[in-house]
């Protein structure tokens, strides 16, 4: 594996796989480390080299690192719920593991360091749409163990670093039949087997769900940049929001939602979930201004997808 390959922590995810075939396609050598604790079977390439290992573990991470060029981190317990019932794991691996990730490739010379960061660094928005100055508040051990990686991150001068505050990331290829995917996969799925959905609050929440193919084409984009320019880059030591700029309820889904099935669409309610925030809209000005990144997606036509 020669030195301009990428690694990929999480690259057999759902973002990760998308992520790690956008940069083969592209011609790029591609290193995943990933423990498939969520993740899905990578399918062969010849610019592929994948390391089963956990990223808590040091040996793993020096693998890893010795054979590429530069660093996409996306391995994480992406869960709200899982991490509000399992704080310790949330702690290693959202926390700890990144960021002895990060000292161990700057220490390395590495050319450039991506982070999945991630909106739930906001908590209760103080006003919408959220901007990159908004103030960082996170209400769950998701948040603030995301906050605490982003902050490790962002405080590395030496190398050139940037943190993606992702909204919430939908499309095909999420883990199916799990109670801790994203709603979108999750409602659909349950639609296509005629199941009655839950809806933890009363559906008045809302989301600014922004489609996988749109971030894939950030962390690309921000990768050649980082790479080009180093720590002179304009996205150096600075977090980015990665959003569509607009935001549904859980109700205006599931009405759009049914505009494309026959099946008729069952609701129950429960309380809201231990960490829920209500409000989710962010702004992509930032990026857009930086390096012309928007998203490009039709909502509708994307959601329909998820139905087929
Ligand atoms: P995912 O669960 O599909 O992917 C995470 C991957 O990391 C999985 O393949 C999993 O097996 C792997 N992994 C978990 N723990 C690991 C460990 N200790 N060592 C090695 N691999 C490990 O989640 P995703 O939705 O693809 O999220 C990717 C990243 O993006 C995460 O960091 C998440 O916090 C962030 N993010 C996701 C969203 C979203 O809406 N999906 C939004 C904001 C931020
Ligand atoms: C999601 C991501 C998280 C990311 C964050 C960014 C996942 C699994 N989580 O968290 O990694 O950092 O966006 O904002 O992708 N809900 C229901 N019924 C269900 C499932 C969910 O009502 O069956 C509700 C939840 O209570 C919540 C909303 O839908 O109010 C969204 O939940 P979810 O898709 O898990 O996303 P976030 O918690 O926002």
Known sequence: MGLDAVLVTGGAGFIGQHLTSRLLANGRKVVVVDDFSTGQPLEEHPL?????????DSSVRQEALSQVKSVINLAAIASVPLCENKPEVSSRVNFQAAQSLFLEASERGISAILHASTSA?????????????HPVNPIGNYGLDKQKAEVALLSIEQSPVCALRLFNVFGLGQQRGSPYSGVL?????????NKELTIFGDGNQSRDFVHVTDVVSAFVACLEELEKNGVESKLSGKKFNVC???????????????????????????????GDILHSLG???SLNKAIGWKPSTDFSQRLQELLL
């Not at 700029?245 to 231990?274: A, C, H, Q, W």
């Open 48 to 56: 592929l080299t994948i390391i089963v290992g956990d990223i808590s």
């Open 244 to 274: 569509s700029g607009e935001s549904m309820t859980l109700l205006d889904v599931i009405e759009s939602f049914s505009l494309y099935t026959k099946n008729e669409i069952k609701v129950e309610f429960e309380p809201p979930r231990d």
């Open 121 to 133: 660094l906001y908590g209760v928005p103080e006003g919408l749409p959220l901007t990159e100055s």
């Open 185 to 193: 996969t999750i409602f659909s799925e349950k639609i296509i087997q």
């Open 283 to 285: 702004s992509f000005d």
